[in-house]
């Protein structure tokens, strides 16, 4: 278990803004920063991260939290998965305890499987380097393939030795269990008969965005038929090819800084490219592209170059993959290379200024280099003619942005030579059918409308959770503060009436709330708000200043999304830019004094309204004298009314 001490520094040292930034690009909003959800599929920014209080909040979701809690849900780390990945980013050393043997045997499955793809993988490489077999085959493929030791030792690729089950006899030596070696895909199980999957291969290890190792691709330096050239990990708990990229690890923090990520085929691309000092770059391992794979680019970026092999088949096969870019809405452009050159071999032929040129000069806009491909491939034939304009077209619909769609239609015009109204006619028709097609398979519109309206109707205001959620967002928001605060005390007149008498005295907030709260005997009917409270209350009678990030520190866990979505609603308002319409939203701290006092004298009012209420009912069910009763329900009307006058409106 990891030392509480531990997890302090890691919390003190760690900034939400430095970490998530490796995940999503993150753009300045005023105090703030603002990005694309990582969580769900959109084009507008709905997800926020405040430096100062050092939480975030996804406002398409619902989800957020602490640094901590964005590695759990975008990584599915553990806690102390998370703890240790945030150690090793800040150079933090961990402390922990000695854990149990009925604790190591509670590890959950996916950390057992992480551990062993860890250990396959220094294995794999100390083979490269430490075997006969490994420095002279598996080191002389790479060092032909122009491959440094620096990148070789970077890129952390390995070698699996020929021998039937030798990562498989030293893996169970060590303790490793059978069961994750084959659910990982490295050790293929026949009955009694135990091997290796990736035997006699060198070995490409495949990372997650934050660096831990999901699954292997390995490469066959034989001739032999009868195995495939390429092999990579089975789909696993752990391992979902759909959903990686080869190389994202090493190139995200470029990718967000060039705002470009070049996207190849192959490992050996990647690496090539490194070396070059071109690191923005990825590959889909030979995959057809995927929704998942191109989320993840839009995470870092929203501009793909999609680098292409000469051969104009391969061409034809990965274009089929641009519309899923362009439904993403981002921004595509391709570059081929000479006829038999892949990004791999042109990159070794080349200096790093050859390189940059080319990707500069030869990148055109997917909409142009598409028109004048499949142009000159069917130029003289009206049929297939007919049938690639079409699919331009098609394409040219998938864009959301009908600016660029216009631009485009002109583009293909000019290309074509055929008249913009023709290229515009069709693509409505493309839209209509499309939208035609969305109808059949969801409600109308009218009953659409029908359907919210009856559901709007039966949705009420719950007041008192409302106001209470208010009274705990002040107090994390201004628990700390000292105001003046002017309270109106019932005092007897010279006619004997109760009146209103002002006096101000400088009280801190939480203070404020609390004897406000106990002089009223006034308790939180949502339980989550109680426990909160008195949290709350208890940390700020303890320090002297209200830090967020260490207060959230010291909670539940499960406590921590509810906490931030009431810190971060008040920030929704700046992932509209409505200070370009010039629109200033008030900030909330000018009267902080006027916030609590109004907040609990309503909270007042609608629990003295309650009491009434409650108080009708017991005298419509009596038939005995209710005169006791009714005076309390004068009695409360009477506090209502002073209140209201506190409050300078009609309640």
């Given amino acids: 278990m990891i030392l509480r001490s531990t997890i302090d520094r890691v919390f003190d040292t760690a900034k939400v803004e430095e970490v998530i930034g490796d995940f999503v690009q993150l753009k300045k909003a005023g105090s703030n920063f603002k990005g694309l959800s990582p969580f769900s599929e959109e084009k507008t920014p709905s997800f926020m991260v405040s430096p100062v209080k050092q939480i975030w909040k996804d406002f398409s979701t619902g989800k957020g939290g602490t640094v901590v809690s964005f590695l759990m849900e975008h990584e599915h780390f553990t806690y102390p998965e998370a703890i240790r990945y945030l150690a090793k980013k800040y150079n933090i050393t961990v402390e922990e305890t000695i854990q149990s043997d009925a604790q190591k045997e509670a590890a959950s499955e ?7 793809s860890e250990f396959a993988n220094s294995h794999f490489q100390k083979t490269l380097y430490t075997s006969s077999e490994g420095k002279s085959i598996a080191l002389t493929y790479f060092n032909e393939r122009g491959f440094k030791d620096d990148y070789i030792k970077k890129f952390q690729l390995g070698f699996s030795s020929d021998d039937w ?91 967000a800084k060039e705002n470009n990520c070049f996207l190849v085929e192959g490992y050996t691309d990647v690496i090539q490219f490194h070396q070059l000092g071109i690191t923005n770059v990825v590959s889909s391992s030979g995959t057809a592209l995927t929704i998942e794979q191109i989320r993840l680019i839009n995470r870092l970026t929203k501009n793909i170059t999609v680098l292409f092999d000469g051969d104009e088949a391969g061409v034809r096969a990965s274009l089929r993959g641009i519309d899923l870019i362009l439904e993403q809405g981002m921004n595509v452009k391709i570059c081929s290379f000479p006829t038999g050159e892949d990004p791999d071999s042109f990159a070794k032929k ?14 055109k806009d997917f909409i142009s280099f598409k028109a004048s491909l499949l142009h000159k491939e069917n130029l003289s034939d009206p049929n297939k003619r007919s049938e690639l304009i079409r699919e331009i077209i098609i394409s040219i619909s998938k864009i959301d942005d009908q600016i660029k769609q216009e631009v485009y239609v002109q583009e293909c015009s000019k290309i074509m030579g055929l ?37 709007y109707s039966k949705k009420e205001v719950n007041i008192q959770y409302e106001l209470e959620q208010k009274i705990i967002e002040i107090l994390l928001l201004y628990g700390s503060k000292l105001e003046d605060f002017e309270d109106l005390i019932l005092k007897e007149n010279e006619l004997g009436e109760l009146d209103l008498e002002p ?38 009678n303890q320090h002297e200043k209200f830090q967020i990030d260490l207060f959230m520190n010291n909670i539940d866990p499960e406590l921590v999304p509810f906490v931030t979505s009431i810190l971060m609603d008040d920030e929704r308002y700046r992932l509209h830019n409505w200070e370009k319409n010039n629109i200033y939203p008030k900030p909330k701290d000018l009267k902080i004094s006027q916030l609590v006092s109004e907040t609990i004298l309503s909270l007042r009012c609608f629990l003295i ?43």
């Fill in 165 to 255: 089950s030798d990562l498989t006899d030293y893996a169970l030596k060590k303790g490793y269990n059978i069961d994750y070696l084959e659910k990982t895909g490295l050790t293929i199980v026949k009955n009694e008969k135990k091997f290796d999957r990736f035997r006699g291969r060198v070995i490409f290890p495949i990372h997650s965005m934050s660096g831990r190792v999901l699954g292997f691709g390995g490469r066959i330096l034989t001739n032999d038929s009868k195995s495939a050239k390429y092999l990579n990990s089975p789909e696993s708990e752990i391992y979902h090819k759909s959903k990686v990229l080869y190389g994202i690890f090493f190139s995200k923090q470029s990718i």
């Fill in 419 to 455: 008249s913009e109204d023709v290229l515009f006619a069709s693509l409505a028709q493309i839209l209509n059918n499309t939208k035609s097609e969305l109808k059949k398979s969801s409600l109308s519109d009218s009953k659409i409308f029908e359907v919210l309206k009856s559901e």
């Fill in 503 to 540: 006096v101000t005295q400088k009280t801190k907030v939480f203070e404020k709330i609390y004897l406000d709260l106990q002089e009223d005997e006034m308790q939180f009917s949502n339980s989550d708000f109680k426990t909160i409270y008195y949290l709350i209350i208890d940390y700020l």
């Fill in 350 to 363: 080349s200096t790093p200024n050859d390189l940059r040129n080319y990707l500069n000069e030869n990148s």
């Fill in 110 to 116: 996916r950390e057992s499987m992480y551990l062993v």
């Fill in 609 to 651: 309204d309650k009491k009434v209420t409650e108080f009708k009912k017991v005298t419509q069910n009596k038939s005995d004298d209710n005169t006791e009763i009714l005076e309390d329900v004068l009695n409360y009307s009477n506090l209502k009314r002073l209140l209201s006058r506190k409050l300078n409106r009609v309640l």
